[in-house]
């Protein structure tokens, strides 16, 4: 048995895949965070909470290493830790220092910097002559103008140091750039209490079909687990719709965007970690969206167990311990499973979900999410706007995404507007 310290989390699926995986591992793990009452006030309605499962919760100012880290060094001499990890995109780079800081085994924590800034990996990935779109780091509204000339209309503006999709926005003019820099200028904290860096990355549009190859590095090798499909709406946001897995490419196609994937990851530095790498099918080639150095979220990490029966959270809690991780596919009976979302199109308070007796008995749904009614909601403009989800299996093919999107087409929101709402 090996006790790791799990450092934050998101409040989504990963705060209860992550602790199974350590459960199921026959290990313990002990939580670090700066705020607990952020995690119980999404306590979950269907189950325990995935804390309860902690051997220890600490209260420490995670948002500070020069303090957190001495202070864990000092509990890490009384606890004994045999390795750190985090599923939270900000706190990514703190659990690497951690583990060097210890001793651990993990990434490096300067890769992991690289990572999970934007603008980083964008300069790395062009050094190493890894595909990726024309990109400029601008300091201010008035350079990101001119440079937008540069590059050319239609273009993305992004934050460096937000997750999510929050705040990417396709933008068609120097009025839309200005609004787009501004709603960044507005939102100098992120969601964690953080001080973002504030600079604006523009980068070249581009085209195609957009996938996610899923890796695992460790030892200096980094194995691909597979490839999923997403679908992107929302514009001019980038709101991922959809997955599958495996996604429905050319065996071409599939090979290119792996062998691209795994040329950033090396590009990087990274290595020890579980990556999720998006990349752009386009015209001219494959190209580097962003590389994310943890498991996949929005629900691909169980795609992609229900067909191969790889555990991805499970190998990031191996890869954590040092240990090598089981990637050995098994048959499993499946041969596509795909997740659909439910967004929000309008504002106002959610009342019902509609047709949901009609989808959730079907033998093809492995899970039916939805939200509660009473919550207050807007048209989408991120990944953290879900009214739910469905996931789909296919036993006989290539067919999951249709039967999601077809199920989740029968799901009708009810929405009541303030003056409709009693008094």
């Not at 992609?304 to 191996?318: K, L, P, Y």
Request: glycine share 8%; charged share 20%; proline share 8%.
């Amino acid at each position: 048995m090996a006790h790791l310290l799990v450092v934050e989390s998101w409040v989504g699926s990963m705060s209860r895949l992550l602790p199974r995986a350590i459960r199921e591992g026959g290990h313990e793990f002990t939580f670090v965070t700066r705020d607990l009452h952020h995690y119980l006030r999404a306590a979950p309605a269907d189950g325990p909470h995935p804390l309860l499962g902690a051997r220890n919760i600490i209260t420490a100012e995670t948002n500070d290493p020069g303090t957190l880290l001495p202070h864990l060094e000092r509990v890490h001499g009384v606890l004994g830790f045999d390795g750190v990890l985090s599923s939270c995109d900000y706190y990514l780079p703190t659990a690497a220092r951690i583990a060097e800081r210890l001793g651990l085994p993990g990434p490096g924590a300067e890769a992991v910097e690289r990572a999970c800034r934007k603008d980083l990996t964008r300069r790395s990935l062009a050094e190493a002559a890894v595909p990726g779109p024309r990109f400029a780091v601008c300091a201010d509204p008035a350079e990101a103008a001119a440079t937008a000339l540069d590059i050319g209309y239609p273009l993305v503006v992004k934050p460096v140091d937000l997750c999510a999709g929050m705040l990417v926005r396709q933008v068609r003019d120097e009025r839309e750039l200005l609004d787009a820099c501004r709603a960044l200028t507005d939102f100098p904290v992120n969601a964690r209490g953080q001080d973002r860096t504030p600079v604006f990355l523009l980068e070249e549009l581009l085209t195609g079909p957009e996938v996610s190859v899923e890796t695992v590095s460790f030892h200096g090798a980094t194995h691909v687990v597979g490839v999923t499909d997403k679908s992107i709406g929302g514009a001019p946001a980038f709101i991922e719709t959809g997955h599958m897995f495996p996604a429905a490419l050319a065996p071409g196609d599939t090979g290119a965007a792996t062998d691209t994937a795994v040329a950033a990851v090396k590009a990087l530095g990274l290595d020890d970690v579980v990556c999720h790498t998006e990349i752009k099918l386009t015209p001219g080639g494959p190209r580097v969206v962003e590389v994310n150095p943890r498991p996949a979220g929005n629900r691909i990490t169980e795609l992609v167990r229900h067909v191969t029966g790889v555990d991805i959270a499970a190998a990031a809690v191996d890869v954590a311990l040092g240990h090598t991780p089981d990637l050995v596919a098994r048959p499993t009976g499946v041969h596509s499973a795909a997740i659909a979302f439910l967004l929000p199109d309008t504002s106002g308070t959610l009342t019902a979900i509609e047709g949901s007796a009609h989808v959730r008995d079907l033998p093809e749904v492995r899970e039916l999410t939805l939200a509660a009614p009473g919550r207050t909601v807007r048209p989408a403009a991120s990944n953290n706007e879900y009214l739910g989800h469905v996931m789909t299996v296919d036993t006989g093919g290539a067919g999951a995404r249709a039967l999601a999107e077809d199920l989740l087409s029968r799901l009708r929101p009810c929405y009541a507007t303030s003056q409709e709402l009693p008094a």
